[in-house]
């Protein structure tokens, strides 16, 4: 085990439970499809933190973080995407109730898949140039004198990974049992208005952000 791997831990942890894009994403889909539209994007993100940490091993992310014009661009299109998802929210919200979900409650909008959930948890977090940051500029610097590279990275970036999956499969819970509130229409409609404007508002201050 890396000699600076509980302070790690202790780092990525405040990482992982600050709010963020991927959090009022989750708390989105969550509202509209329960729990399993909300696991199936946290494992979205989850996988986005794979794609990173796999880059970040073979140098890609090196070259991302070398290149401004790519950060640049990335970092535009990841801020359109969430502005996009969040006028689509805002979108779902004034039409009103939707179709009737398997329990008979009705729910905003369309009802959303597992793979629409997934897709848009893996989108959010690729176009999210600052995680491939987290793998070059924050791992190293826990990876002590003598150690491994290599090891000890692949060691601190599956820790990273795992600590993802267990927080948003809490998460994800957490949604479900909050279900009987969610449920309501009108309950889901303000989570939809706030979560929406929420991710607009994030997609904004990314654009226009400092890279």
Not at 43 to 69: D, F, K, P, Q
Not at 122 to 147: D, M, W
Not at 159 to 185: D, E, K, N, P, Q
């Amino acid at each position: 085990m890396p000699a600076q791997f509980l302070p790690f831990l202790a780092v990525v942890s405040v990482l992982t439970l600050t709010p963020g894009p991927d959090m009022a994403l989750v708390l989105r889909n969550g509202a509209r499809g329960g729990v399993p539209a909300a696991w199936w994007t946290g494992l979205g993100c989850c996988t986005g933190i794979t794609v990173y940490a796999t880059a970040s091993a073979v140098g890609l992310a090196a070259l991302l973080a070398a290149s401004a014009t790519a950060f640049t661009v990335i970092k535009v299109v990841g801020a359109a995407y969430l502005v996009y998802l969040g006028v689509m929210a805002l979108r779902h919200a004034r039409r009103g109730p939707g179709p009737a979900a398997p329990t008979g409650r009705p729910v905003p909008g369309p009802a959303l898949d597992r793979a629409t959930a997934f897709r848009q948890g893996l989108v959010s977090n690729l176009l999210n140039p600052k995680i491939a940051l987290i793998f070059l500029t924050l791992i190293p610097q826990f990876v002590s004198p003598g150690e491994p590279a290599f090891p000890t990275t692949a060691v601190l970036a599956a820790a990273f990974l795992g600590l993802a999956v267990l927080w948003w499969r809490l998460f994800s819970l957490l949604v479900g049992g909050l279900g009987r509130v969610l449920s309501r229409t009108r309950v889901r409609t303000v989570i939809e208005r706030l979560t929406g404007t929420v991710l607009v508002g994030l997609g904004l201050r990314v654009a226009f952000a400092d890279s």
